[in-house]
């Protein structure tokens, strides 16, 4: 069932929200609801705030450069999603979810069980935050201890003035972050029911779409036109080629490509590439492709769509090359 991703500036609001979203799917679940129910945060998997503090007193040098803390703690949760993740259950990621990659890597996880996502943006601006921010930061001696990192402690000055600079605003009209769900810190409790309602329409009511898993990888079979590895690199460089050949000087538009080998018979302009709105060089198109040829080669936990064939091995090639440059661009 799906992924409701929680996304804000730090203490903007997110944790209360997501909490009033979990009560709130659990209510309309009920004890014989036919879903299961996640909460998952930082503070769940015990990640403590100053993980996203680069500043030079608290990280040292080699550290900072690589992020390296962060990484991890970016590893953690999304090992928790990734094991709650399925058609059967609904998880509610709260956090600061600011980086555009990291929901689009989400979104392809979500993707990959065909289970829908949406994003919820939870927003007061900067000045009501850092305000919040800064009364934590005063009251932090009676707090409990929420340095360590619980769900309502502050963050240091600077690592909360890093991470809003850092922060990277949802866009609707991007697939990871579309449907994007917007609650303003002053939105009472009718209103915040609205959003709420239109959030289960999406996730679990009729407005629910049905998602495909992603095709960019394949099923390794015996393939009767020869082996498969040599399959496998034959009809990715000749998309490669072809690419190249066809794009035009100023980059960008579509390039049609035959759906199978120009050196096989039925050669026909089946399948389209979206450049994005440069011209695109051999190194990147190359990079593209041997992470393609790297999920593909050995057939490891892939899930089964069809006997293999080199058409079918373009089409997966061409639709991974599609996300790929919607990513990058």
């Not at 934590?136 to 309502?152: I, K, M, Q, S």
């Not at 690592?159 to 991007?174: A, D, G, K, Q």
């Not at 009472?188 to 679990?204: C, G, L, M, N, T």
């Amino acid at each position: 069932m799906p992924l409701i991703i929680i996304t804000g500036l730090p203490t903007s609001g997110k944790t209360t929200r997501a909490r009033q979203l979990h009560a709130y799917l659990a209510a309309r679940l009920g004890p014989d609801g036919p879903y299961r129910l996640h909460y998952i945060s930082d503070a769940t998997q015990g990640v403590p705030r100053r993980v996203y503090d680069l500043s030079p007193a608290a990280l040292p040098a080699h550290v900072r450069s690589a992020n390296a803390c962060e990484k991890d703690a970016r590893a953690a949760v999304y090992a928790a999603v990734k094991r709650a993740l399925s058609p059967r259950d609904i998880v509610v990621l709260d956090g600061l979810n600011y980086i555009k990659g990291w929901r689009y890597q989400l979104f392809c996880e979500a993707k990959n069980v065909a289970t829908p996502s949406c994003v919820v943006q939870v927003g007061g601006g900067v000045a009501r935050a850092r305000a919040a921010n800064e009364a934590r930061l005063a009251g932090r001696v009676g707090d409990g201890g929420a340095e360590g990192g619980g769900d309502d402690g502050p963050y240091e000055r600077g690592n909360w003035e890093n991470l809003v600079f850092r922060y990277e605003e949802p866009n609707p009209m991007t697939r990871w972050d579309s449907p994007l769900f917007t609650l303003a810190w002053d939105d009472d409790e009718a209103q915040a029911r609205e959003v709420f309602a239109k959030i289960w329409d999406v996730i679990a009511g009729e407005g629910r779409k049905v998602v495909r898993p992603n095709q960019s990888t394949v099923q390794r079979d015996k393939d009767p036109g020869g082996d498969y590895l040599y399959v496998l690199e034959r009809e990715t460089q000749d998309i490669v080629k072809k690419i190249l050949e066809r794009q035009s000087d100023e980059g960008g538009g579509e390039v049609s490509l035959p759906r199978v080998n120009s050196s096989d018979a039925g050669v026909g302009e089946e399948l389209v590439v979206e450049l994005p709105g440069r011209k695109v060089g051999l190194p990147q198109l190359q990079r593209h492709r041997r992470a393609f040829v790297a999920m593909n080669r050995g057939g490891i936990g892939l899930e089964a769509v069809g006997s293999l064939a080199a058409a079918r091995l373009r089409e997966s090639f061409v639709g991974y090359l599609n996300d790929a440059f919607e990513k990058d661009g």
